[in-house]
């Protein structure tokens, strides 16, 4: 049974750079795409971006030209950084597992328990 | 505004059946890509209900289940029970974004 924990600093200032990470207990890493998922309060999910266990990434485009995904295998355990953040980026990150059999067929099966991210001066 | 278009909320008295519309286009859910489902209760996470259209994890009752039909699927729940009350969102494949997207979610009330 895979368990997916998650952590980061929780309250940003604009301009400043989202940092999480979570780390994967439990069943193959190598297997598996690695993803972030966000939700501003109140409002529905927004995929950020994913990761394989060899560092193969892609994007949102609408958040690309800021957001960094990285991996280490060393630990299970996968990161993100979002750049220059403003209150518009305020929302509860989730990491999330994604069985992905095609380019174009994903879902996610298991999620980290979520971060609020705060963005305020 | 989400690619994938839910109705803001949908409500049933216990017992009864209800269904949650998800509608997208030619670049994700008409051009057969799957869709999945996911349940989330107030202050929590997500939950993957349905995958694949009309898959249930293990563990999911068989009240609720799902379908895909050209640019739209459903999800469908009978014998509505109070702990049904939550989020349920919508997700798919966009081609047009070259990624993965998701409905605005729809908040289900048990009466």
């Known amino acids: 049974q895979v368990q997916v924990q998650q952590w980061g600093a929780g309250l940003l200032k604009p301009s400043e750079t989202l940092s999480l990470t979570c780390a994967v207990y439990g069943g193959s890493f190598s297997d598996y795409y690695w993803n972030w998922i966000r939700q501003p309060p109140g409002k529905g999910l927004e995929w950020i971006g994913e990761?394989?266990?060899?560092?193969?990434?892609n994007y949102n485009p609408s958040l690309k030209s800021r957001v960094t995904i990285s991996v280490d295998m060393s630990k299970n355990q996968f990161s993100l950084k979002l750049s220059s953040v403003t209150a518009a980026d305020t929302a509860v990150y989730y990491c999330a597992r994604g069985l992905r059999w095609l380019q174009t067929q994903n879902y996610f099966d298991s999620w980290g328990q979520g971060t609020l991210v705060t963005v305020s001066s | 505004q989400s690619v994938l278009t839910q109705p803001p909320s949908v409500s049933g008295a216990p017992g009864q059946r209800v269904t949650i519309s998800c509608t997208g286009s030619s670049s994700n859910i008409g051009a057969g890509y799957d869709v999945h489902w996911y349940q989330q209760p107030p202050g929590t996470a997500p939950k993957l209900l349905i995958y694949g259209n009309s898959n249930r994890p293990s563990g999911v009752p068989d009240r609720f289940s799902g379908s895909k039909s050209g640019t739209s699927a459903s999800l469908a729940i009978t014998g509505l029970q109070a702990e049904d009350e939550a989020d349920y969102y919508c997700q798919s494949y966009d081609s047009s974004l070259n990624g993965w997207v998701f409905g605005g979610g729809t908040k289900l009330t048990v009466l």
């Open positions: 990761i394989n266990h060899s560092g193969g990434t």
